[in-house]
């Protein structure tokens, strides 16, 4: 993700974008210093946890590998090279290794992005409704210095959503399909060890999880930046000028247009409420299969 996005440029410009909306201290009470701090201690925690999950299920591999808890695993992992080779089964590994953190990386550096981003539109929130406890009336005068603010973060996030549209895509259809399997040979394959019940267990969590890391922060994007609305109907335009109220209204009908925020291949905005609706398909999905084999 990380390679398409700088190829295309797209990185480059959204960063350098990012980092204009945060050094403009015009509607903000924080220091660049204070964002940027709050900022590290988000990816230095989530890089943590990347790693440990990484450990962790490269020391299942290791174990499985060295242990006879399941007999097939080498056979599998080494197919169709001869599993009792020690050097297939070590490159395999390594392999497996890095297929791991092609799953896990791209999801943290996302994930990270969209907090960001969603940081951002809270923040301008909760400094509308400061200077609409500060300056009262006054606050009219400031409406084209929040819109401006707010018309940055919304081009920011269209600038990400170029070539994240393609990974969100990429990750509903692969995790939801993996957990229909996973669900479908759990329900369907009769009696199975407490080994593979455990696997099963574990891998369907992960992608559950991936999922909905994915969606709820890319929600939080769509929710911050239409959050504004119901503190701009706060605002008092009884004195304002002809020039305030029409950034006044063109501010309404950006937040009251389109929804703001981050799609599958441009298909469906990730909302509160697709969340919803994907976790009511596949709870469907489940007991479905639960009533057929019964």
């Known amino acids: 993700m990380l390679r398409a996005c700088w190829s295309r440029d797209h990185l ?31 990816v230095r925690f989530r890089t943590v946890v990347a790693w440990i999950l990484t450990f962790v299920s490269f020391s299942s591999l290791i174990v499985q590998s060295v242990t006879e808890y399941n007999d097939d695993f080498d056979t599998g992992i080494a197919n169709p090279f001869p599993h009792r080779n020690k050097a297939v089964t070590y490159f395999f590994l390594c392999l497996q290794i890095w ?34 406890e500060e300056n009262g009336e006054m606050i009219s005068q400031k409406v084209k210095d929040i819109r401006r603010k707010h018309l940055q973060l919304c081009k920011a996030v269209s600038i990400l959503e170029q070539d994240t549209q393609y990974f969100m895509a990429a990750t509903y259809v692969s995790n939801i399909f993996l957990v229909c399997f996973i669900v479908y ?5 009769g009696t199975l060890s407490i080994f593979t019940y455990v696997s099963f267990s574990s891998w369907l969590m992960m992608n559950t999880m991936i999922t909905l890391t994915v969606s709820v922060t890319a929600a939080q994007v769509n929710e911050q930046a239409h959050s504004l609305l119901e503190n701009i109907y706060d605002v008092d335009m009884s004195k304002a000028s002809t020039f305030e109220s029409l950034e006044m209204q063109m501010f309404l009908s950006k937040l009251n247009g389109p929804a703001i925020g981050f ?3 441009g298909f469906v905005t990730v909302t509160k409420e697709f969340i919803l609706t994907l976790g009511g398909i596949i709870i469907t999905y489940f007991f479905l299969l639960l009533q057929f084999q019964l």
């Open 99 to 132: 297929e791991v953190g092609a799953w896990l990386f791209p999801i943290l550096f996302q994930v990270t992005l969209f907090t960001f981003l969603s940081h951002q539109f809270s923040s301008l929130d909760k400094d509308i409704i400061r200077m609409i």
């Open 185 to 189: 040979q759990m329900v369907t394959s």
């Open 263 to 265: 799609t599958a291949m």
């Open 12 to 42: 480059q410009i959204f960063f350098r974008n990012l980092n204009k909306i945060v050094a403009d201290t015009t509607t903000s009470s924080n220091t660049v210093d204070e964002k940027y701090d709050e900022w590290r201690k988000i």
